[in-house]
């Protein structure tokens, strides 16, 4: 068990996905500062219900059961005065428990996962490849300067949940799945939805 600070957001953050945030709150400019001047990762936690702002009387958000490590690989001053990074996703983790601190930054209780190793691409998943390398195309995505290993599947079907426009539930699903055959799986039945092929 270990101790993260943790970033919890709207959106789902995957293994080799990468992901534009653009940081405001005094407690995520510290995170952001510490873990850059420490080359430290912070976890990535999906909100089930609630807000990432923090507001006087709200409830603090529901956050899920497990998230993403995540390390800065990109930062810079944004036109509107704020600062902009790029983070890119690591190893995943189980949350535990959480604490907040003084200055209202969540820290978790986490146990890290074991590394997910290489997993060579097949035949029946090509077609992901595709598609994936098509979206690669769209400037946004150029923007985040992706390094995909195609020969990997892990790589290739986490990227392409991450690339993918779905509900951010079906996202934080398929990041629970232990199994590449059953992320792949998923990933074609969703994509046959999308082409309305059969």
Not at 62 to 89: F, H, K, M, S
Not at 127 to 135: I, K, P, Y
Request: one cysteine or more; glycine letters at 10%.
């Amino acid at each position: 068990m270990t101790e993260l600070p943790l970033f919890p957001l709207s959106g789902v953050l995957l293994p080799y996905g990468r992901m534009p945030l653009q940081i405001f709150e005094p407690r995520y400019l510290d995170l952001v500062k510490d873990s850059m001047k420490a080359a430290t990762p912070f976890g990535v936690v999906w909100i089930r219900h609630g807000e990432e702002v923090a507001e006087q009387g709200r409830a603090a958000p529901e956050l899920g059961d497990y998230g993403t490590c995540a390390r800065i690989v990109d930062w810079d001053q944004l036109p509107n005065g704020l600062l902009g990074i790029t983070i890119e996703g690591g190893e995943c983790f189980d949350l535990y428990e959480i604490t907040t601190r003084p200055n209202g930054l969540v820290v978790g209780k986490v146990a890290l996962r074991p590394h997910i190793g290489a997993c060579r691409m097949v035949e029946r998943w090509m077609r992901l490849v595709d598609v994936l390398r098509s979206l690669e195309a769209h400037p946004h995505v150029q923007r985040l300067n992706l390094r995909v290993d195609y020969n990997d599947a892990w790589q290739v079907g986490y990227s392409l949940v991450q690339m993918l426009p779905m509900d951010e539930a079906l996202k934080y699903a398929l990041l629970g799945l232990d199994g590449i055959d059953e992320l792949m799986a998923e990933l074609h039945a969703l994509l046959n939805q999308i082409s309305g092929d059969s």
